[in-house]
Nanobody, 123 residues
């Protein structure tokens, strides 16, 4: 069992930056691939970024590539999402998720989810 708690969301102006964190409970955090997803009002949950258990592999959605960076610290049981050059279309609730299998782009591939943190980008 893995419990995930996101933090770091908030209100930021377009062009600004935010850093999200996701703290995981459990001693097996390093065995999980981790992902970030987001969901805007009236839209489906969409993939943002994912990172392998070792941190050696990352994949990003085209919409955030070169602006967002996912990273992890297995010693701290934490995964991060650094978001730069934010746009109004980045406004959403951001969720972190853990997958026992390899990294994936679909929500169905993830086994555990956090409660989400709101990110609002004003234009």
């Amino acid at each position: 069992q893995v419990q995930l708690v996101e933090s770091g969301g908030g209100l930021v102006q377009a062009g600004g930056s935010l850093s999200l964190s996701c703290a995981a409970s459990g001693r097996t955090f390093s065995r999980y691939a981790m992902g970030w997803f987001r969901q805007a009002p009236g839209k489906e949950r969409e993939f943002v970024a994912t990172i392998s258990w070792s941190g050696g592999s990352t994949v990003y959605a085209d919409s955030v590539k070169a602006r967002f960076t996912i990273s992890r610290d297995n010693a701290k049981n934490t995964v991060y999402l650094q978001m730069n050059r934010l746009k109004s279309e980045d406004t959403a609730v951001y969720y972190c998720a853990a997958a026992q299998a390899t990294i994936g782009l679909r929500p169905q591939m993830y086994d555990y989810w956090g409660q989400g943190t709101q990110v609002t980008v004003s234009s």
